[in-house]
């Protein structure tokens, strides 16, 4: 989960870190059910690392 707990991506502004973080702990959990959450973050992130970067 580096790319969603990177400082990079709290930085760019686009998510509330309280929220990203909260959600990642429910993961972690068995909570699967916001893997939707996580894997827009992830990509979103990726993509920022490659096209803005």
């Given at each position: 989960?580096?790319?969603?707990?990177?400082?990079?991506?709290?930085?760019?502004?686009?998510?509330?870190?309280?929220?990203?973080?909260?959600?990642?702990?429910n993961?972690?959990?068995?909570?699967?059910?916001?893997?939707?959450?996580?894997?827009?973050?992830?990509?979103?992130?990726?993509?920022?690392?490659?096209?803005?970067?």
């Open positions: 989960m580096d790319y969603v707990m990177s400082e990079s991506f709290f930085a760019r502004g686009w998510v509330e870190p309280k929220r990203v973080k909260e959600e990642y702990q993961y972690l959990k068995s909570d699967k059910s916001n893997s939707f959450f996580l894997w827009q973050w992830i990509s979103l992130e990726i993509w920022s690392r490659l096209f803005l970067d």
